[in-house]
């Protein structure tokens, strides 16, 4: 009796498990970016890093553009210092007691170059969940961040979703690197633990002066910034802009004139100095073009334009229709740079063409050991006026843009990652 009701049991049980359907196994992500995120500030300059790496990682067109975006009209221009969580609820207080209503309107990029038109801004709980959510069917999530503002949303994104996301921080954050997977800065940024720069720091501010240790193994040092001039931009920019420049005699100097920095500081001696420079060279110019930046001074421009305006040789792009800035890169045989903008002279310096620097002298701080490093490596010099700009020279070129993307897929390796292309 006992045998017969241990084998009926027996078989009920083998019925039963035969019935019940066990759960699959969880689908597992094989490991390969396929698109990434990146969190601007609104400026171009540290925008066209991000997208720049993105771009030499082979997302080009797999990538969003989120932005952290803080007031700036008004009393606003004076908050900067502030972070940015605290910016935006002081100016929230300010115009509910004010009665001010907050504008709707919605920042938006041009197409051809992010690929999306409207931009959102950036929310480190949404980011966060997309990338869990969607990680055992598009695998991990790249974040690319630049800027001081993006600080605080790419480090709460990495402690939302550690295991979903990999986050690449350009520009020095300043202190605890190691809320990034990976931080990409220039290395004059590292200028003050020099001996030289620590002499000239008073003993009761250099505990406040950062970065107060050297690169850690998160660290990947550059030259110069990163940008989206690589070598294939450049052969689009060369046909989109062939029927412009392609006739115009030579040699092409291009001239780009930026605006004064607080670490390098000018004024209308340097534009009238850069006036006899330029007319000393301009016998051995075929064309000169020049270019004005968003944070030119009128004063300065004003100068240049005056003495040049009607100058035959000369051409001088007025800010209205397409900027031909890439187009510029592409066909020139030769630049004047002015030293303030450290992204302009990156992009010239990576084309192994002539780079002149006019102003170098007058940069102080990180930004003259930059300035340093560029006529040690032999990819610039000062321009003084006397050069025969037929006369052309050549360099191993920046790359800072490709070796940072090799070290980018090269610490996604140690997680068993890859970008997938």
């Given at each position: 009796?006992?045998?017969?009701?241990?084998?009926?049991?027996?078989?009920?049980?083998?019925?039963?498990?035969?019935?019940?359907?066990?759960?699959?196994?969880?689908?597992?992500?094989?490991?390969?970016?396929?698109?990434?995120?990146?969190?601007?500030?609104?400026?171009a300059?540290?925008?066209?890093?991000?997208?720049?790496?993105v771009?030499?990682?082979g997302?080009?067109?797999?990538?969003?553009?989120?932005r952290?975006?803080?007031?700036?009209?008004?009393?606003?221009?004076?908050?900067?210092?502030?972070?940015?969580?605290?910016?935006?609820?002081?100016?929230s207080v300010?115009?509910?007691?004010?009665?001010?209503?907050?504008?709707?309107?919605?920042?938006?990029?041009?197409?051809?170059?992010?690929?999306?038109?409207?931009?959102?801004?950036?929310?480190?709980?949404?980011?966060?969940?997309?990338a869990?959510?969607?990680?055992?069917?598009?695998?991990?999530?790249?974040?690319?961040?630049s800027?001081?503002?993006?600080i605080?949303v790419?480090?709460?994104?990495?402690?939302?979703?550690?295991?979903?996301?990999?986050?690449v921080?350009?520009?020095?954050?300043?202190?605890?690197?190691?809320?990034?997977?990976?931080?990409?800065?220039?290395?004059?940024?590292?200028?003050?633990?020099?001996?030289?720069?620590?002499r000239q720091?008073?003993?009761?501010?250099?505990?406040?002066?950062?970065?107060?240790?050297?690169?850690?193994?998160?660290?990947?040092?550059?030259?110069?910034?990163?940008?989206?001039?690589?070598?294939?931009?450049?052969?689009?920019?060369?046909?989109?802009?062939?029927?412009?420049?392609?006739?115009?005699?030579k040699?092409?100097?291009?001239?780009?004139?930026?605006g004064?920095?607080?670490?390098?500081?000018?004024?209308?001696?340097?534009?009238?100095?850069?006036v006899?420079?330029?007319?000393?060279?301009?016998?051995?110019c075929?064309?000169i073009?020049?270019?004005?930046?968003?944070?030119?001074?009128?004063k300065?421009?004003r100068?240049?334009?005056?003495?040049?305006?009607?100058?035959?040789?000369?051409?001088?792009?007025?800010?209205?229709?397409?900027?031909p800035?890439?187009?510029?890169?592409?066909?020139?045989?030769?630049?004047?740079?002015t030293?303030?903008?450290?992204?302009?002279?990156?992009?010239?310096?990576?084309?192994?063409?002539?780079?002149?620097?006019?102003?170098?002298?007058?940069?102080?701080?990180?930004?003259?050991d930059?300035?340093?490093?560029l006529?040690?490596?032999?990819v610039?010099?000062?321009?003084?006026?006397?050069?025969?700009?037929?006369?052309s020279w050549?360099?191993?070129?920046?790359?800072?843009?490709?070796?940072?993307?090799?070290?980018?897929?090269a610490?996604?390796?140690?997680?068993?990652?890859?970008?997938?292309?």
């Amino acid at each position: 009796m006992l045998r017969l009701f241990s084998s009926h049991l027996k078989i009920r049980t083998q019925e039963t498990m035969r019935n019940i359907k066990l759960p699959e196994p969880p689908e597992t992500s094989d490991g390969a970016i396929r698109r990434a995120v990146v969190i601007g500030n609104g400026f171009a300059g540290a925008e066209n890093q991000c997208i720049g790496l993105v771009r030499a990682l082979g997302l080009s067109h797999h990538h969003f553009l989120f932005r952290v975006t803080r007031p700036r009209e008004g009393i606003n221009r004076l908050l900067h210092w502030l972070p940015v969580s605290i910016h935006k609820k002081l100016d929230s207080v300010i115009r509910r007691f004010c009665g001010i209503q907050k504008s709707n309107r919605v920042s938006h990029f041009s197409t051809a170059k992010i690929g999306i038109s409207n931009v959102l801004e950036a929310d480190a709980h949404q980011i966060a969940a997309m990338a869990r959510e969607t990680f055992h069917k598009d695998g991990p999530l790249l974040v690319v961040a630049s800027g001081r503002d993006t600080i605080s949303v790419a480090t709460s994104i990495k402690r939302l979703a550690p295991e979903n996301v990999f986050i690449v921080q350009i520009q020095h954050p300043r202190f605890l690197l190691n809320r990034f997977d990976l931080v990409i800065t220039p290395q004059h940024d590292y200028y003050p633990l020099t001996p030289h720069a620590q002499r000239q720091i008073p003993w009761f501010l250099r505990r406040w002066v950062t970065p107060w240790e050297p690169p850690g193994r998160n660290v990947v040092l550059t030259v110069g910034a990163l940008h989206q001039a690589d070598s294939t931009a450049l052969r689009v920019a060369a046909s989109t802009w062939h029927d412009e420049f392609a006739t115009l005699p030579k040699p092409l100097l291009v001239v780009n004139v930026g605006g004064p920095a607080g670490n390098c500081p000018y004024g209308v001696d340097l534009a009238k100095q850069l006036v006899v420079m330029l007319q000393n060279v301009l016998w051995s110019c075929g064309t000169i073009r020049i270019s004005f930046s968003r944070r030119t001074p009128e004063k300065i421009s004003r100068i240049l334009v005056k003495e040049f305006a009607t100058n035959p040789k000369v051409q001088i792009w007025d800010g209205e229709g397409p900027n031909p800035h890439m187009g510029h890169l592409a066909w020139a045989d030769a630049f004047v740079i002015t030293a303030d903008s450290v992204s302009m002279l990156s992009e010239a310096c990576s084309t192994g063409k002539p780079v002149y620097v006019i102003g170098a002298e007058l940069c102080t701080w990180k930004f003259a050991d930059f300035q340093n490093t560029l006529q040690k490596q032999g990819v610039a010099r000062p321009f003084t006026g006397k050069e025969n700009i037929t006369e052309s020279w050549s360099y191993p070129p920046l790359n800072d843009t490709a070796q940072a993307a090799r070290q980018v897929i090269a610490a996604l390796a140690q997680r068993g990652w890859t970008i997938h292309a």
